[in-house]
């Protein structure tokens, strides 16, 4: 790869802006999660040289093998969860994330307000919503997002920050962000984590406030 990940994070940010203002937005509206999964040491320090604080991680083990240590010198550093999560490793993630936005059903919410209570910690929740009602994907069901929404609120008694979403790969991202979008102003949340590196600009121009981008700042994962 001839481009070091400042000039790919760069160019994103760029990108970012410009999708922003097409859409009568300020680019500071939105913000880079740099997803950090399955990337070599080299990439990540440079990431943090050039400036970027927020990073997605999809496994937990992962994460913290990459973040435990390093996460005590960097105070404004917010790790995000971005992958499931398996109840069975609720206190890990709440122990290491600042951000779960993978939250989809009762049993998980329940696990995350008792790891919360042994940990003292409150992550901030995001609900995964899968949009495209694909079997293989994690996420509450559209007809139900509402529901699950009202539950983790009133019944669970936790906050929820925002929703997000992984569009399927061959449909139109556009349709799936609008959907997510509108959920969000109706349930009245402020917050949208969704664009990847092929779909950040339509994600931007239908509210993005966070966008997730691997590939396009690291590189190919190894
Ligand atoms: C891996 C991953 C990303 C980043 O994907 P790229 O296509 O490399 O930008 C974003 N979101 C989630 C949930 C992921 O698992």
Not at 94 to 117: C, G, P, Q, S, Y
Request: proline share 4%; charged share 25%.
């Amino acid at each position: 790869m001839s481009h070091s990940v400042l000039e790919r994070r760069a160019a994103i940010l760029d990108r970012m802006a410009i999708a922003a203002r097409a859409a009568g937005r300020q680019p500071s509206e939105i913000a880079l999660v740099a997803v950090s999964k399955q990337q070599p040491d080299d990439r990540i320090e440079e990431a943090l040289a050039a400036g970027q604080r927020l990073f997605g991680e999809n496994r937990v083990q992962e994460a913290a093998s990459r973040w435990s240590v390093r996460r005590a010198a960097i105070p404004d550093l917010e790790l995000r969860l971005i992958g499931p999560l398996q109840t069975n490793k609720a206190v890990d993630a709440v122990a290491l994330f600042d951000v779960i936005e993978t939250l989809d059903r009762d049993k998980l919410a329940a696990a995350l307000k008792a790891a919360m209570a042994k940990t003292g910690r409150t992550p901030r929740l995001y609900v995964q919503v899968n949009t495209g009602e694909e079997a293989q994907k994690a996420g509450v069901l559209p007809a139900e997002a509402e529901a699950f929404l009202d539950r983790v609120r009133n019944e669970h008694g936790l906050a929820v920050e925002g929703l997000m979403c992984i569009p399927p790969v061959d449909e139109e991202p556009a349709i799936h962000f609008a959907f997510l979008a509108k959920l969000a102003r109706e349930t009245g949340l402020e917050h949208l984590s969704m664009g990847m590196s092929d779909d950040f600009a339509t994600a931007v121009q239908f509210g993005a406030t966070y966008v997730r981008i691997g590939s396009a700042i690291f590189g190919r994962r190894t």
